[in-house]
């Protein structure tokens, strides 16, 4: 199964914001997982970074960014996904407009997220954290 994590999951996971944490990073643990394929996406990345370093520096946020990258597979976000998103005059939020239609371009058949309304226009299953880890683990 192909996964998409949203910014708000790995930023969960980076400062270990609870009560968040508790599901977001035993979705993110999933990478080890032969049965889900994650994904996310280069500006899910550029957003927890900017919150990273906002509560830890430079220095931490780089090295946590860094961990993710390697443990993740990444999106693109391409002129065709921009224009996609363009199209689109459901969508209200050009920021989770990309995040949908780079996770659409791989084939990912779940969006994980703490903003569901935010993807109110999804034709994949969009599900927060928990409600994940209740369907399809445990």
Do not use: W
Request: hydrophobic share 40%; charged share 20%.
């Amino acid at each position: 199964m192909k996964i998409f994590l949203d910014a708000n999951i790995l930023i969960s996971v980076i400062n270990k914001e609870f009560p968040l944490f508790t599901y977001s990073s035993r979705v993110v643990s999933l990478t080890g997982n032969p049965r889900f394929l994650v994904y996310t996406s280069p500006l899910s990345l550029a957003i927890a970074y900017y919150f990273a370093e906002k509560k830890h520096g430079n220095t931490i946020a780089r090295n946590k960014i860094s961990l993710l990258i390697h443990h993740f597979n990444i999106t693109s976000i391409a002129e065709k996904t921009i224009i996609a998103v363009d199209k689109n005059k459901k969508i209200h939020d050009f920021e989770d407009g990309l995040q949908y239609y780079s996770a659409l371009e791989v084939g990912c058949t779940c969006i994980i997220t703490e903003d569901k309304n935010g993807f109110y226009y999804s034709e994949i299953e969009v599900l927060s954290a928990r409600k994940f880890m209740e369907k399809y683990i445990l």
